[in-house]
């Protein structure tokens, strides 16, 4: 790219090409503005200048955020490595303090487990920016330099991303006491008298131990037809989790609609605990409200669906020393969870 173009004359200013980087990387004004220490107006103020000296759009506006245009990223794969270089030779004083990591990643799994794991490190001057997305599109905002780290639901494909596995979460099936209560009834009055006796369940429970535990597993069998009649809260339409839960434990598809869809787990949990209905959460949410009663298991299988995490950056070491800070952080109090 010249630093000249036929809409001006003279050399494009440096703080404009500063603050276009900040915005591609960031994909945000509100949040470029955080990192360079200028009020929003000013970087939308100076966007608009570039892109009135350049005669093209860089960016899409959206409700949140902005989205690069192919032009954006033809022009910040230009500028990338000048700028970082120019600003390590800056800032090469002793007094420099790193900029913020950006990690990203799934919001309940962020604000549950891993703000209150990164905490610590604040005192030590680390400096944390969070965002929350679904796995594809935060991985391809890694890929383009606007995160550090991610942590992806999935392996990323292909080699321009180093993934480490990183936690696993198992999926459990639960229900609050009114409708597991609910479930057993309607289980005793389907099996009859013998419920009660040797080798029977028993009143008041739902498979073969009050937690859906035991040797066999008749419960495992029955519980889908039981759980048919009664409603489920979900994290989307398509019910991802229930039907991986129910492909892998009981070998069959899920055949259900959902009563109430929150796209935020925390809020499947809250409604679930409620007594909207029955669903299917990873056990690292709602460890808490099962082990002080708020919510029953209705199942426990021998082999539990689970799920693995991975974190994710682009390779190569990082300019920011508290990247790796961050990152060994995440991953040693990961082997303990």
């Known amino acids: 790219m010249s630093n000249r173009d036929s809409h001006a004359s003279g050399p494009l200013d440096l703080n404009l090409l500063r603050t276009f980087l900040a915005v591609y990387r960031s994909g945000s004004f509100t949040a470029a503005a955080a990192r360079l220490g200028v009020s929003?107006?000013?970087?939308?103020?100076?966007?608009?200048?570039?892109?009135?000296?350049?005669?093209?759009?860089?960016?899409?506006?959206?409700?949140?955020?902005?989205?690069?245009?192919?032009?954006?990223?033809?022009?910040?794969?230009?500028?990338?490595?000048?700028?970082?270089?120019?600003?390590?030779?800056?800032?090469?004083?002793?007094?420099?303090?790193?900029?913020?990591?950006?990690?990203?990643g799934p919001a309940e799994f962020l604000c549950t487990v891993l703000l209150g794991v990164l905490a610590p490190l604040a005192a030590d001057g680390v400096r944390l920016r969070v965002a929350v997305g679904m796995t594809d599109p935060l991985l391809e905002e890694l890929a383009a330099g606007r995160h550090d780290l991610v942590v992806a639901t999935q392996r990323p494909r292909g080699r321009t991303l180093e993934a480490e596995p990183f936690a696993d979460e198992e999926f459990v099936l639960v229900a609050a006491p009114t409708w597991a209560?609910?479930?057993?009834?309607?289980?005793?009055?389907?099996?009859?008298?013998?419920?009660?006796?040797?080798?029977?369940?028993?009143?008041?429970?739902?498979?073969?131990?009050?937690?859906?535990?035991?040797?066999?597993?008749?419960?495992?069998?029955?519980?889908?037809?039981?759980?048919?009649?009664?409603?489920?809260?979900?994290?989307?339409?398509?019910?991802?989790?229930?039907?991986?839960?129910?492909?892998?434990?009981?070998?069959?598809?899920?055949?259900?609609?959902?009563?109430?869809?929150?796209p935020d787990l925390r809020g499947v949990l809250a409604?679930?605990?409620?007594g909207a209905?029955?669903?299917?959460?990873?056990?690292?949410?709602?460890?808490?409200?099962?082990?002080?009663?708020?919510?029953?298991?209705?199942?426990?299988?021998?082999?539990?669906?689970?799920?693995?995490?991975?974190?994710v950056q682009r390779p190569g070491p990082s300019p920011n020393p508290h990247v790796a800070l961050v990152r060994e952080r995440l991953l040693t109090t990961a082997r303990s969870w």
């Open 40 to 104: 929003q107006p000013t970087v939308t103020a100076q966007i608009r200048a570039l892109e009135q000296r350049l005669g093209q759009e860089l960016f899409d506006r959206r409700a949140r955020g902005v989205a690069a245009n192919p032009y954006a990223d033809e022009l910040a794969g230009q500028l990338a490595g000048p700028l970082d270089q120019l600003a390590d030779v800056a800032g090469a004083g002793p007094d420099r303090s790193p900029e913020p990591v950006h990690l990203a």
């Open 181 to 262: 209560d609910r479930l057993a009834a309607d289980r005793a009055a389907a099996d009859g008298p013998a419920a009660d006796g040797p080798g029977g369940d028993g009143p008041g429970r739902v498979g073969p131990g009050a937690d859906g535990s035991g040797p066999d597993e008749p419960a495992g069998r029955e519980l889908p037809d039981l759980l048919a009649d009664a409603p489920m809260v979900a994290y989307a339409e398509d019910l991802p989790i229930a039907r991986r839960y129910w492909r892998h434990v009981f070998g069959r598809r899920l055949q259900a609609r959902a009563a109430v869809t929150v």
């Open 271 to 274: 409604a679930v605990t409620a």
């Open 277 to 311: 209905g029955w669903t299917v959460l990873p056990s690292y949410l709602c460890r808490t409200e099962i082990a002080s009663g708020a919510l029953r298991l209705l199942h426990r299988p021998e082999d539990p669906p689970i799920n693995t995490a991975y974190l």
